[in-house]
Structures are given as C-alpha cells and as structure tokens.
C-alpha cells in the first residue's frame, strides 16, 4: 500500500492580473490556476479543496469562528518501499571451460609486427584505417675493452648473461665477476 504525504495551503483570496484575463472571476480562476500549477512542478498532486472553520480572536476576550479555504495537495513518500519494484534479472548462460577460456596468441598473430588503428578524420568525418609499425625493443650496447684495436662493433657488443633483464655494461659486470672471484677466494682459504 502507498503512503502519502500531505500538504494544505490557503486559497487565493483575491484575483491575479494577467494579459487577456478578464473581470474579477477570470482573475480569480487565473490566481487558482497558478497555485495549482506551482504545486504540480514541486510533485505535488491536487486532492480537493476544504472549507473548515476557523475560531479567531477577537478584541480582549472575545472570539469569533470564521471559515477558510484550503487546497489539499498529496504525494507519495519518498521512502516508501511499496512503490518499489525490483525486476528479476535473467541470470549469465553458464559456459563450458573448454568453450568460454580464451585462446592463447597464435604464432601467427605474434609474428606480425603491424598494428591497425582506426584513425577519424576532423574534415572527413569518416573513420579511416592506419597502419603503423612497432618498434623494436631498445637493448644498450656498450663497448668492450678489448686488448686488440681492431675489434669490430659487432664483436665488442657483450653477450648477455642469463638472467639479465637487460645487459649491463661491461664494466659493471667485471666488477660484479671480480667481486665474486674475491668472494669465493676467501671461503677457500
């Protein structure tokens, strides 16, 4: 069950001027209708209009009961749970392992270098294909000290060790076999 809430406000008294409304009724129709509307872009749904009684005071210790107007407006809550109805999702189709697992990169795939990208254009408006080759990766090469002068470029490059992420320099890497012929030689003795 929807709950509501409520809210009253008073009836226009008097009459709106508008462009082409005329005479006191139309005026006073023109400043109903605005009210009404008002109301209706806040969310709120005009129920009925009330006449009540109303005891007012009068002087020192007299009263008097006069009767008021009341638009009565309502709206469902905001943190009624009622209104709330959650649809049922259709449950995934359950996939078979040897179906669903993704397949390894083929040679094939890992022998190409190109790779194609889909490149638009600001003046064509259209979606044009772009082929670009990927470079190689960037290895270092670092001369060797070589006890002969006419080495060639080629035959001074160090081979990398096994294990090496990258190669390092040859002098880096004497000095780490040297730490080690030095490391080694005093657990001998």
Request: with cysteine.
């Amino acid at each position: 069950m929807t709950t509501y809430e409520y809210k009253v406000i008073p009836s226009p008294t008097k009459g709106k001027k508008a462009r082409g409304v005329k005479g006191p009724e139309g005026r006073f129709a023109f400043a109903l209708e605005s009210a009404l509307n008002d109301m209706a872009v806040e969310g709120w749904q005009y129920l009925r209009a009330e006449t009540l009684p109303n005891e007012e005071r009068v002087g020192l210790t007299g009263s008097q009961t006069s009767f008021r107007t009341m638009l009565v407006f309502r709206r469902p809550k905001e943190d009624d749970l009622s209104a709330f109805e959650p649809r049922l999702l259709e449950s995934p189709a359950a996939l078979s392992l040897t179906e669903g697992a993704p397949q390894p990169p083929s040679a094939e795939t890992e022998s190409t270098d190109a790779v194609t990208d889909v490149v638009e254009t600001e003046e064509q408006g259209t979606a044009q294909e772009a082929t670009c080759e990927q470079p190689e990766p960037l290895v270092l090469n670092t001369p060797v000290e070589s006890d002969t002068a006419d080495a060639s470029p080629s035959d001074t490059a160090p081979e990398p060790e096994e294990g090496d992420a990258f190669p390092l320099p040859l002098a880096l890497r004497n000095r780490a076999r040297a730490l080690e012929d030095d490391e080694s030689s005093t657990q001998k003795s």
